[in-house]
């Protein structure tokens, strides 16, 4: 472990706006958990965790973790640790207040607070508190109490659940929860559960490996604007999440049509698990696109985001004073809703590019079909000149047998007959170019349409100017002072008039993408009829043949010209 250059950024992400994107829980969980782990291991206590302390530096185009401040913390002894600490108490664990002995469980307690604070934006006990003060409080508390706040008359409200709003999904939310429970039990010898006894790997964080080690699959529901998340059991098949798919929206496994970002759909001969990419640390922002095959107009209703309790009083009255301690978690809760509102316009986009780029491929392979079906043409064409002077010859000799009375049915009607299904195949050709060639103009002029590229940046902009508006109430002094929310309402409710606007534009466009596919489809499968066909594969001898060889026997040495040209 080495100690790395520069600030730690954590902190940053942590409480910069309020709760943390889930892909970057994933990873500080992951990586921040590996790097405690070793110093474990290797008998190093850090006794200072916290986010200050976590380094993220850029190797090779990859973000890396690094623990900072090791050398500072082995040098302390227990009785200089209070006043050595000054700033940073927060994330101490119990017992270091108490100058009591610990053990690498001090170690849980930041952790758990750090992680905490990535998921609301906040520490979990009184994080308005000097820790001095909130020690006092929050000591008698319950063990799997992970989180502490102060209501307006003083008394202390204490949950076993995280707060909201929150990033996290609903299906890791008791996973993680469990787990806060073990990391921030005020009792020290039994945090983080106690160590295992085949692994003899603490139990903390065998449980963090299998948080974070679920498969889980996000699919967004582009008829409804609604995500709903699915626990992947092992080996399960595609067919099997489909039925739970339609349990949970209600379109029939024949209507769903799953895209990957890529425009690619699912292959159902793959496991489920084709959803969840290999080697992908925040796969809470990878999702799959759910379509509704039945249908080419998407019209709702869409689920939309909805307001907080806090954040939704001040939109009900935005010149309301509130102090400005609590003002600060009101706001941090307005700018979460306001990136929510961006990200979920964002989702929609990548849905509806995701559409656009399947039909792109449908667009390819009419293409492909096109080239391959002229090049045959040609050759059928050159065929057909020498079968007609072929035919004609055929005709001539076939008079002259009959003048002495000798004749077949039969092969004349086979020879009819295979000239008009030359024919009939030459006009189908030209038909189909026609349909193709049209179509195609229509994907093109669909993909160059201003609405098939992202139109957020109103929306971005009104995010960065959230931001901006709470990190200049952070600056503000805490004490005696008040103020309203007015223009934090309306950032709000710009911002939710722009992700109307764009949005009914989205859903606009995409309409036609959902229309075009059909006809793709379709045209693709008439193409791969005529291709099975018998005139489109130049395959008429066998008919002819037999046609002969039931004739009278006269006929039997009598090779036409036109099975000659087209064999």
């Known amino acids: 472990m080495e100690i790395a250059p520069g600030k730690g950024e954590c902190g940053n992400l942590c409480s910069f706006w309020g709760q943390s994107p889930f892909y970057f829980l994933l990873n500080q969980t992951c990586l921040s958990g590996s790097g405690i782990q070793y110093l474990h291991e290797n008998r190093i206590i850090h006794r200072d965790l916290k986010p200050e302390n976590i380094v993220l530096q850029d190797e090779g185009g990859k973000i890396v973790h690094k623990i900072i401040d090791l050398g500072y913390a082995k040098d302390l002894d227990q009785g200089s640790l209070c006043t050595s600490f000054v ?130 699959v996000h699919i967004l529901n582009m008829t409804s604007a609604k995500i709903v998340s699915f626990l992947l059991h092992p080996e399960e098949s595609l067919h099997s999440l489909q039925i739970r798919i339609e349990f949970e929206t209600g379109i029939s496994t024949g209507n769903q049509e799953l895209l990957l970002e890529t425009g690619i759909c699912l292959d159902p001969r793959k496991p489920a698990s084709q959803c969840v990419i290999d080697g992908v640390r925040g796969w809470d922002s990878y999702m799959v696109y759910l379509f509704d095959k039945s249908k080419t107009v998407y019209d709702g209703p869409f689920a939309s985001r909805s307001l907080s309790d806090c954040v939704n009083y001040i939109v009900q009255d935005s010149k309301i ?113 026609e349909q193709i060639m049209a179509l195609h103009t229509e994907i093109v002029e669909l993909q160059k349409s201003p609405y098939a590229r992202r139109q957020g940046e109103v ?91 039931s004739g009278p026997s006269s006929l039997a040495g009598f090779v036409p010209a036109a099975i000659t040209v087209l064999c």
């Open 459 to 549: 929306m971005e902009s009104l995010e960065q100017r959230a931001i901006d508006l709470y990190k200049q109430l952070k600056t503000r002094p805490p004490d005696h002072a008040y103020s309203d929310s007015t223009d934090m309402v309306k950032i709000i409710v710009q911002t939710v008039q722009s992700q109307d606007r764009v949005l009914k534009e989205l859903f606009g466009h995409l309409r036609y993408f959902m229309q075009k596919k059909p006809q793709a489809n379709a045209i693709c499968s008439f193409v791969a009829g005529k291709e099975r066909g018998t005139p489109w594969r130049l395959e008429p001898k066998s008919s002819i043949h037999s046609n002969i060889n």
């Open 87 to 216: 700033g940073t108490l927060q994330y101490l664990a119990p017992e270091l207040f108490e100058n009591k002995s610990y053990s690498v469980t001090v170690d849980y307690w930041s952790f758990g607070t750090m992680v905490f604070e990535c998921i609301a934006g906040f520490r979990p006990f009184l994080h308005n508190l000097q820790p001095f003060t909130w020690h006092e409080k929050i000591k008698k508390k319950d063990p799997k109490h992970i989180f502490a706040s102060e209501e307006m008359n003083g008394e202390v409200r204490f949950s076993t659940h995280l707060p909201q709003p929150h990033s996290l999904c609903g299906l890791i939310v008791e996973p993680m929860e469990n787990w806060l429970q073990l990391m921030l039990n005020w009792d020290p010898q039994q945090r983080g559960g106690g160590l295992d006894p085949e692994t003899s790997r603490p139990n903390c964080f065998l449980i963090m490996d299998h948080i974070l080690n679920l498969k889980i």
């Open 321 to 433: 004073q509130l102090p400005i301690p609590q003002l600060r978690k009101v706001w941090a809760e307005a700018v979460h809703y306001v990136i929510g509102l961006k990200e979920d316009y964002s989702r929609l986009f990548q849905g509806q590019r995701a559409a656009m780029l399947s039909l792109l491929r449908y667009n390819a392979n009419l293409i492909k079909m096109k080239n391959n079906m002229v090049s045959a043409s040609q050759q059928l064409k050159a065929k057909l000149e020498f079968f007609h002077q072929s035919i004609r010859l055929d005709l001539e000799r076939y008079s002259d047998q009959m003048a002495y009375g000798i004749s077949s049915e039969k092969m004349l009607k086979a020879w009819k007959e295979m000239e008009e299904k030359a024919s009939q195949c030459a006009e189908d050709i030209g038909y189909l170019d």
